[in-house]
């Protein structure tokens, strides 16, 4: 079954500690995406990346690492997380560039204290 | 930058057809996505449209009108299953920028 998969999926952590969100995908796909969703903001970009090695900043960057050293995962790192980072986060992924059809992964809840 | 405007939240009944707007102003301007989101899941791919016009696909269509930075998403013969939130999404093609608006909670009541 073609999907995006992203672990966990519901995470409590306290402020600084580290932690990676896991995101990968089947498809082959080139493209993925990190987004946030808060509650009036909408989805906004965290990453991107357009290939193996090759990734940019989205919107709001400010707080997150990424990499991509395989074609189907794409990790989310937040080196020292703050309670202003607590938001809903999708991972995504698309043939090509984003105008192409994007597939979101299930989402991750990040709560930190 | 993106301005993205679409209203916050509708309400219709079953069986009955909506229209969400969305307007845009965006530099660079490719397409535009709709994306269906129901509560606490992840959006899911409605519909892209690049030339000015009407598409149809089944009970929703989408329209765009590129020199009005105008798009509307219509839901014919509504459903409960219906109810979720509607996200309206300019593709500028600059760097794989997909810029999402905040999106239309729809409510369908009976």
């Known amino acids: 079954e073609a999907q995006v998969t992203q672990n966990p999926r519901y995470l409590i952590t306290v402020t600084g500690k580290k932690l990676t969100v896991t995101c990968s995908q089947n498809?082959?796909?080139?493209?993925m995406s990190w987004y946030r969703q808060d509650p009036g903001l909408g989805l906004r970009q965290i990453y991107y990346?357009?290939?193996?090695?090759?990734?940019d900043k989205g919107d709001v960057p400010e707080g997150y690492k990424v990499s991509r050293k395989e074609k189907r995962n794409f990790p989310l790192i937040l080196e020292s997380p703050s309670p202003n980072q607590t938001s809903l986060y999708f991972c995504?992924?698309?043939?090509?560039?984003?105008?192409?059809?994007?597939?979101f992964g299930p989402g991750t809840r990040l709560t930190v204290t | 930058g993106q301005n993205i405007d679409q209203p916050t939240e509708m309400t219709a009944t079953e069986g009955a057809i909506v229209q969400i707007n969305c307007t845009y102003q965006?530099?660079?301007?490719?397409?535009l996505f709709w994306y269906q989101q129901h509560a606490g899941e992840a959006p899911t791919f409605l519909s892209y449209?690049?030339?000015?016009g009407l598409e149809e696909k089944g009970r929703f269509s989408s329209f765009l009108s590129r020199s009005k930075g105008y798009s509307y998403l219509l839901l014919k013969e509504l459903q409960m299953k219906d109810s979720a939130s509607y996200l309206c999404?300019?593709?500028?093609?600059?760097?794989?920028?997909?810029?999402f608006g905040t999106g239309t909670r729809l409510q369908v009541t009976l």
């Open positions: 999404a300019p593709y500028t093609g600059t760097a794989s920028k997909l810029t």
């Open positions: 965006t530099s660079g301007f490719n397409g």
């Open positions: 990346s357009m290939n193996v090695e090759v990734t």
């Open positions: 498809m082959n796909h080139e493209y």
């Open positions: 449209n690049v030339l000015d």
């Open positions: 995504a992924s698309s043939i090509g560039q984003g105008g192409d059809e994007q597939y």
